[in-house]
């Protein structure tokens, strides 16, 4: 090769290690290769099953521009026989350089000759150049026909274009192979990551379905932004990076205790000893009453109190919301006292039931929600020991951050609108909306759409979420079946 050739290939190289989408891939070296040649057509033929599967195929002279971005070449694939001339340079590795396929015998061209007698066109020269990977393994094979001299006659490829040409092949395939390698670890890591997020779904029945709801959501709203709103679309990349922030926003839960995320009610797991405590009160009243230190009428009375307050701690374990009078008779049944076995003054309740009972809203104390809370925290150092690639650079900070709020009234770090990005502000709506429709939290019923949207509404009032984001949110419909990316 000579300087210009020698440069002009670092140029086409340069130009390959920039493309990255396969399709535009090969037909740049289907364009290359004819151009260096100054041929009439050119074939690109993909490995595949033991079979060459057509991918590109162009005759400028008769119009013919086929495959790329979707498109299928309804053309049977080509056996890996040794009479066909793209399978041999495939089968032995080797470039092969036919002068005219009409007066060559040493493969089988009634293909080749069945097309032209259809066409009327005249399939001369070939030059077929197997494409191997860095491995030496065959990905493919670039066929070029009818190379053209300075008058556009058609005459046999010079044989100092071959080293140019395989140069190219050599180049093409190994880029080809590095964007599959990136392919198939973009796909394997989005399949781990998704099998972990249903992992942690699993894990506890009562958030079955929470990261695969606001993923569909998520993936739905991205589509409807992306057709009805372009200008505040994200790009397909960010998209995938967002979605992998959404699946792994709650990969902190992993540490969390069960008896932290699955708690139902506000005193899950202490409701018998209270039940036996109560009637220890009662059956030592009555051995009270029997020995005559209490009346009739005062041991009937501590039984109906019993069973009173009995109901009352029922309805405070599981209410929704504690209202004042319920908050104060359980403060009043913390202050009774009872006469042990050993004649100890003992509480009806102990300090821990009673806090736990005093609970206003959810199921939590302060010490189990500060525990809850911080997943978030575990989400972000978890996340940190993932090497993620640059193209997933930003999905460590965007699940971390799923909880704070513009107001700074969020946590575990209390940011604030000029610290939240697009994503971040997304993500927490999909976040909060998800907790509040869903039909699988033990401690509360599923909340009508509107109901929550409403309250979503009321967060934008109060200067916690994005407006301008929950009203496309609310316009897209992201929570409706038909909505989500075909």
Not at 13 to 19: F, R, W
Request: charged residues 25%; negative net charge; contains cysteine.
């Amino acid at each position: 090769m000579n300087t210009l050739e020698i440069e002009r290939l670092l140029n086409i190289g340069i130009a390959l290690s920039a493309n990255a989408d396969s399709d535009s891939l090969m037909r740049e070296i289907v364009d290359v290769a004819m151009d260096l040649t100054n041929c009439d057509g050119g074939t690109l033929y993909i490995l595949d099953n033991d079979v060459l599967t057509f991918h590109i195929m162009v005759t400028l002279s008769l119009g013919i521009d086929q495959g790329g971005h979707g498109q299928v070449i309804n053309l049977p694939p080509v056996a890996l026989r040794p009479t066909n001339v793209c399978a041999r340079a495939a089968l032995d590795k080797c470039l092969i350089n036919v002068a005219d396929v009409y007066e060559d015998e040493r493969f089988d061209f009634s293909g080749p000759r069945k097309y032209d007698a259809i066409t009327g066109y005249r399939t001369q020269s070939m030059l077929v150049i197997p494409m191997l990977d860095d491995k030496g393994d065959v990905i493919g094979v670039l066929q070029l026909l009818n190379s053209k001299d300075e008058n556009g006659e058609t005459v046999a490829f010079p044989k100092e274009c071959e080293q140019v040409i395989q140069s190219l092949a050599s180049q093409a395939a190994i880029r080809l192979t590095t964007l599959n390698y990136s392919r198939e670890i973009t796909a394997l890591l989005e399949s781990v990551v998704q099998v972990l997020s249903t992992a942690i779904d699993a894990r506890s029945p009562y958030n079955a379905n929470h990261t695969r709801n606001m993923a569909r959501y998520g993936r739905r709203f991205l589509t409807w932004l992306r057709e009805n709103v372009p200008e505040k679309s994200m790009t397909p990349q960010v998209e995938r990076e967002f979605l992998m922030a959404v699946w792994l926003h709650d990969v902190g839960k992993l540490g969390i205790a069960l008896s932290v995320m699955d708690k139902s009610c506000r005193i899950e797991g202490f409701e018998e000893p209270i039940r036996q405590r109560f009637k220890l009160i009662e059956l030592l009243s009555e051995i009270r009453f029997l020995k005559g230190e209490y009346t009739q009428e005062e041991f009937e009375s501590i039984k109906a109190q019993l069973t009173e307050d009995l109901a009352t701690i029922q309805s405070a374990n599981t209410a929704g919301f504690l209202p004042d009078e319920i908050l104060a008779k359980i403060q009043e049944i913390s202050q009774k006292e009872y006469l042990d076995q050993e004649g100890n003054a003992q509480h009806w309740l102990t300090e821990s039931e009673t806090a736990s009972l005093s609970v206003r809203k959810g199921t939590l104390t302060a010490q189990e929600r500060a525990i809850m809370e911080s997943h978030v925290v575990l989400t972000k150092k978890m996340l940190e020991q993932i090497h993620f690639s640059k193209e997933y650079s930003h999905v460590t900070r965007w699940a971390s951050n799923h909880h704070e709020l513009l107001n700074g009234s969020g946590y575990p770090k209390h940011l604030t609108a000029e610290n939240l990005c697009f994503q971040e502000r997304l993500l927490t709506i999909l976040d909060v909306f998800d907790a509040l429709t869903a039909s699988d939290r033990p401690y509360k019923k599923a909340m009508p759409r509107e109901k929550a949207l409403s309250i979503l509404k009321s967060m934008v009032e109060e200067g916690k979420i994005d407006g301008e984001i929950l009203e496309l949110f609310i316009q897209s419909h992201a929570w409706e079946e038909g909505n989500e990316e075909k």
